[in-house]
């Protein structure tokens, strides 16, 4: 009888993220190969022979002294994020952006996006959006899967005011309006 097949053991690279047998495509192969050398030397034989033993032993020498004195300069890159690949995920810039749509029109749609990244609860916003300027008001998703407010009617008069004084985390100079196609500055 076959025995089941086992599920593979892959082992990622200490330095860019990558599977071990991917780091020479990964962005930086040349801080990677320290610690392949000590941790998978058989795989990439080539490096034991580019490096001579005394700098194998200068490289095991750094390794060990960094993780004696409890670190080197790896937490600075563990608070940026990386996606596979290597790439570094950019932080969202932390604005509030207000269009307003025409439909049918006479018709109009205010849209607010970014209110969440201040930390503001997206349902209770819709609600006291809707109670005060006496319209519907609801949260849908964005055409990036991102989720926004839209509001019925022309709110872009009185808006930013109402922002600003219900979330005081929300300053005013992070409000911006898209026009014609461009982002203007509310304030």
């Known amino acids: ?99 307003k749509m025409t439909r049918n029109k006479r018709k109009c749609i205010t849209t607010v996006k970014g209110l969440e990244l201040f930390g503001v609860k997206l349902s209770d916003a819709s609600k006291k959006l809707g109670k005060k300027f006496a319209t519907g008001a609801s949260v849908t998703k964005g055409p990036t899967e991102k989720e926004q407010i839209d509001v019925q009617g022309d709110i872009s008069y009185d808006i930013v005011e109402f922002i600003t004084d219900t979330w005081p985390d929300v300053p005013e100079a992070a409000i911006f309006f898209i026009e014609d196609g461009k982002k203007v500055p509310a304030a």
């Open 1 to 99: 009888m076959a025995e089941k097949p086992q599920p593979v053991r892959v082992l990622y690279c200490g330095e860019c993220g990558l599977p071990a047998e991917y780091c020479e495509f990964g962005p930086d192969f040349e801080k990677c190969k320290p610690w392949l050398i000590q941790n998978v030397p058989d795989l990439y034989p080539d490096l034991l022979k580019e490096a001579d033993v005394k700098d194998a032993d200068k490289v095991s020498d750094q390794l060990q002294s960094t993780s004696i004195s409890g670190g080197s300069s790896k937490p600075k890159q563990e608070e940026v994020k990386r996606l596979p690949g290597g790439k570094i995920k950019k932080k969202e810039k932390q604005e509030v952006i207000i269009e």
